[in-house]
T-cell receptor, first 109, second 115 residues
Framework: EDQVTQSPEALRLQEGESSSLNCSYTVSGLRGLFWYRQDPGKGPEFLFTLYSAGEEKEKERLKATLTKKESFLHITAPKPEDSATYLCAVGSGTYKYIFGTGTRLKVLA | DAGVIQSPRHEVTEMGQEVTLRCKPISGHNSLFWYRQTMMRGLELLIYFNNNVPIDDSGMPEDRFSAKMPNASFSTLKIQPSEPRDSAVYFC?????????????FGPGTRLTVL
């Protein structure tokens, strides 16, 4: 069964304190690994797509990496505006997405 | 572009009532998805449309749920009759023409509360 598990469920960081979020997955036929950011009261906002093990993508203070079993979202020197829920999803088949339940990140000033 | 538009943003209804959620996808997008989000289960795919045709409705919980896409610019999700366990945030997402459904653009969601 396709499954996505994110850890930790919640994370509190001081401004400037770097850390990583984990997304482990099992899927038959990975189409891609996706990261989204979700702010309270809003829909998820697309961040990255990773397609193969070893691939990395960066955007500002965020860097996503992918292995055959998991993905990491590294946050370098976070700021309070990085506070949000970060969702990981795997693409299965031609159109399905299986989402994890997310990591709630709070960055304190 | 205005992005994906959903209405209403909030809906409070009583058990047994009919609820209709509406979605306007981004113009030119040929794929549309309806999701339900709860704290316990996260985001769950309910139904997927491609070129206005329902391709996969296996995520629809039961016969009380139905979805339509009469044209490329409008879709509805209907719950009849509604039950308290249907309380959740419902999202609509669309993806662009060209074959790639990798980038989904989500609407702001409809928060449904069934009393």
């Amino acid at each position: 069964e396709d499954q996505v598990t994110q850890s930790p469920e919640a994370l509190r960081l001081q401004e400037g304190e770097s850390s990583s979020l984990n997304c482990s997955y099992t899927v038959s036929g990975l189409r891609g690994l996706f990261w989204y950011r979700q702010d309270p009261g809003k829909g998820p906002e697309f961040l990255f797509t990773l397609y193969s093990a070893g691939e990395e993508k960066e955007k500002e203070r965020l860097k996503a990496t992918l292995t055959k079993k998991e993905s990491f979202l590294h946050i370098t020197a976070p700021k309070p505006e990085d506070s949000a829920t970060y969702l990981c999803a795997v693409g299965s088949g031609t159109y399905k997405y299986i989402f994890g339940t997310g990591t709630r990140l709070k960055v304190l000033a | 572009d205005a992005g994906v538009i959903q209405s209403p943003r909030h809906e409070v209804t009583e058990m047994g009532q009919e609820v209709t959620l509406r979605c306007k996808p981004i113009s030119g997008h040929n794929s549309l998805f309806w999701y339900r989000q709860t704290m316990m289960r996260g985001l769950e795919l309910l139904i997927y449309f491609n070129n206005n045709v329902p391709i996969d409705d296996s995520g629809m919980p039961e016969d009380r749920f139905s979805a339509k896409m009469p044209n490329a610019s409008f879709s509805t999700l209907k719950i009849q009759p509604s039950e308290p366990r249907d309380s959740a945030v419902y999202f609509c997402a669309s993806s662009p023409l060209g074959g790639s459904t990798d980038t989904q653009y989500f609407g702001p969601g409809t928060r449904l509360t069934v009393l």
